[in-house]
């Protein structure tokens, strides 16, 4: 074999191989993608499930609000935990459709916000049911009602009404306010980075921080 021989041999053996290195590339990518559209798939059905959850317990209240109709607590602590269901229902279909129509050609900044939202669903559960710490006497209610027959407020003393009243109006303020710092944009406090991983993981803290830092980048 002459040099132009062994050279001709040595250029298409190289370009053999770069598109060898290219189709594995696109292979490797192309089971990555599978394998997040395959996840994604989990999360939808996992969310649907948890949307039948929210139904059955949202008509259950409302069965319960129209059998005994009257303006008493345990009905307007149904009305109220029923407000929450719904919240809850309506931030799974959104998920729903969410996870539905991720696209992978976004941009991976956009992208990695709608991810962002996809993995953060069980935080913004557990929000919503911090949200909910305030109005702990509607469980209370209900469950006096329906264990007793007895509507606990109405053997209530005016100096213990004030004292819940005062204490939901506190924790609904130090809720509002641990709602409002559990984002992506505070992760960088030591609390809210804690916080968020230890309810959802470090990945989530992972991708929070990404998110921040693309967005300071861009400003």
Same mark, same amino acid.
């Given at each position: #074999? ?26 490797? =990518?192309?089971? $990555?993608?599978? $394998?997040? *559209? ?25 069965? !319960? ?47 990695? $916000?709608?991810?962002?939202? *996809?993995? /953060? ?9 911090? #949200? ?22 109405? !053997? ?24 409002? $710092?559990?984002? !992506? ?14 309810? *959802? ?6 991708? =929070? ?9 861009? /400003?």
């Amino acid at each position: #074999m002459n040099l132009d021989n062994f050279k001709s041999a040595w250029q298409q053996q190289s370009t053999d191989t770069h598109s060898a290195i290219e189709i594995n590339q696109a292979k490797l =990518a192309e089971i $990555k993608i599978n $394998k997040q *559209v395959k996840a994604l798939n989990k999360m939808k059905w996992a969310r649907i499930i948890e949307s039948c959850v929210f139904l059955i317990i949202i008509v259950l209240l409302w069965k !319960y609000i129209a059998a005994g109709f009257t303006f008493s607590a345990p009905i307007i602590s149904a009305f109220i935990l029923s407000l929450f269901a719904i919240i809850g229902l309506a931030g799974n279909i959104g998920q729903i459709v969410l996870i539905s129509n991720i696209d992978y050609s976004k941009p991976v900044n956009q992208l990695q $916000k709608d991810f962002y939202r *996809v993995c /953060s669903h069980k935080l913004e559960l557990t929000k919503l049911l911090l #949200m909910s710490v305030p109005f702990y006497l509607a469980y209370v209610f209900i469950g006096f009602d329906l264990l007793f027959g007895i509507d606990l407020y109405q !053997y209530l003393e005016l100096h213990m009404i004030w004292f819940y009243s005062l204490s939901s109006v506190l924790l609904f303020i130090a809720t509002a306010w641990v709602f409002a $710092k559990l984002n !992506y944009k505070n992760i960088s406090e030591k609390w809210v980075n804690s916080s968020v991983q230890f309810i *959802v993981g470090k990945r989530l803290v992972t991708m =929070a921080e990404f998110l921040n830092s693309s967005e300071l980048i861009e /400003s």
